[in-house]
């Protein structure tokens, strides 16, 4: 969340039970400090969470996503220490500049200049720069994307991106479990628990003691999973989001992919069939 405005610390035992549950299952998938927050904002906090994390889930990929404002090269040894495996380093212009390819080259450069961490590789297309960086221990990514022509209308809260409707499958809900600062569980990274126009869509509240994240898993964010898997009409929040929705030239073999593992697991009844597209 803001971090001027709300600087609230994620509970510390709500975060180790959390770890403690995916240790049990030996979970090997990535855990990403993030969340409309700034993480870097309390190094010292954040790299306790991390040493927890690496303590109870040995074998989880750990990972932040920062505005690179706070990150410097000894909060980049730090994190190293504590057990930190990735960073994905997001640019964001400053006010009244326009997004080009060659300002995104400029903004990357002065971050590898600041961090000492030379680009080894650089990705280009029409909207966005993305490039990694040499730092023994850390990978480390950038991304500087033109979000004048790309962006998400956040379950429904932002106008300007809701001209397209979503007929898509969407494996937010199946990929991701999104824990808010309070213990709130999310069925996706692009609703919050703090809009009141989000409520009705947590799933779970990590926050009450004895809760689970496999009952909420298995719980109301199963039923979310059964709305997200055909290609038809969603409902809202869905109705008009873009994010991570199936490229045109994918669909056909997406929906062969759902089609066979539905019919394998007797769940025809969930496949819509993708008309038109
Ligand atoms: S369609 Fe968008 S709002 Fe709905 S679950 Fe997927 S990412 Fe979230």
Not at 25 to 46: M, T
Not at 219 to 232: N, P, Q, V, Y
Not at 245 to 271: C, E, N, S
């Amino acid at each position: 969340m803001d971090r001027r405005k709300n600087n609230t610390l994620t509970d510390a035992e709500l975060l180790d039970n959390v770890f403690t549950e995916l240790g049990s299952i030996d979970y090997r998938k990535q855990i990403k400090f993030a969340r409309y927050s700034e993480p870097l904002s309390n190094i010292p906090y954040l790299c306790e969470r991390i040493k927890s994390a690496r303590k109870l889930i040995p074998n989880a990929q750990l990972a932040i996503v920062t505005n690179t404002d706070y990150l410097k090269p000894i909060v980049l040894d730090r994190l190293r220490e504590a057990g930190l495996d990735r960073i994905y380093m997001s640019l964001y212009l400053r006010r009244r500049e326009k997004w080009s390819l060659e300002l995104a080259h400029t903004h990357t450069e002065k971050l590898a200049k600041k961090l000492g961490t030379p680009i080894l590789t650089r990705r280009a297309t029409p909207r966005s720069l993305r490039c990694t960086f040499s730092y023994d221990g850390i990978e480390l990514v950038s991304a500087c994307i033109n979000f004048a022509e790309y962006g998400t209308d956040r379950g429904s809260t932002m106008e300007q991106y809701t001209q397209q409707e979503r007929l898509g499958p969407c494996r937010e809900p199946f990929e991701t479990f999104v824990i808010d600062y309070t213990g709130s569980v999310m069925p996706c990274c692009n609703l919050r628990s703090d809009f009141p126009q989000h409520q009705d869509y947590l799933v779970g509240d990590l926050s009450k003691p004895g809760t689970s994240i496999f009952d909420i898993y298995a719980g109301r964010l199963a039923a979310w999973r059964r709305s997200m898997i055909g290609f038809d009409s969603k409902g809202s929040p869905c109705a008009t989001c873009k994010h991570r929705d199936v490229p045109d030239g994918l669909v056909a073999q997406v929906a062969a992919h759902t089609k066979k593992h539905l019919y394998q697991i007797g769940r025809k009844d969930l496949y819509k069939p993708p008309d038109g597209r």
